[in-house]
């Protein structure tokens, strides 16, 4: 585990069962803490053939190499197309467009488009959008919020809550 940089015995114990997994190695696990597991290593020299069937030698090492399944890389590609999908929109009419569906005006939409795209489409500066519609959805909300504390501010400022006169009478006692 030194020479790997691999700290924990859980990671070690997850990376020998996955190249067992893909046949690069054989692995033997030990049930019993006082004897190791055995292992069994095949040689990767260079050779003109491929091994069909690493695990039927008889011997440590083989002429031919493992391979690899692909399964694993597929997957993960498959999980990489659908991280694209709403991220962003393709341009500023679009963004027009679904705000329009929303009956707001088109002046909002800009703002909203020019806002995202000045911040590379990311939310608090570190997080990538994954879905903009949801985060059109969240401004609009938002602007709500924001005209109603507007209206009750200036509300708020006509009212004169202290009760003084602006004649000022510094001889009274108070």
Not at 7 to 14: D, F, I
Not at 32 to 60: E, V, W
Not at 91 to 96: A, C, K, L, Y
Not at 97 to 125: C, M, R, T
Request: charged share 25%.
């Amino acid at each position: 585990m030194l020479f790997s940089k691999i700290g924990s015995k859980t990671t070690y114990h997850r990376c020998i069962k996955e190249l067992h997994h893909w046949k690069y190695l054989l692995y033997e696990p030990s049930h019993n803490p006082f004897k190791g597991s055995r292992i069994k290593m095949f040689n990767f020299g260079t050779s003109d053939g491929q091994a069909l069937y690493p695990s039927h030698t008889n011997i440590c090492t083989s002429n031919g190499q493992a391979v690899v399944s692909i399964y694993k890389h597929l997957q993960t590609v498959k999980n990489n197309t659908n991280d694209i999908k709403l991220g962003q929109p393709k341009n500023e009419n679009e963004v027009i467009d679904f705000f329009s569906k929303k009956n707001w005006p088109e002046l909002e939409a800009k703002k909203f488009y020019n806002h995202y795209q000045g911040i590379g489409w990311k939310v608090g500066g570190k997080t990538k959008i994954v879905d903009w519609q949801a985060t059109a959805r969240n401004w609009m909300l938002k602007a709500d919020e924001l005209k109603e504390e507007k209206t009750m501010v200036t509300v708020g400022q006509n009212t004169d809550n202290l009760k003084i006169s602006s004649n000022k009478n510094y001889n009274e006692p108070l």
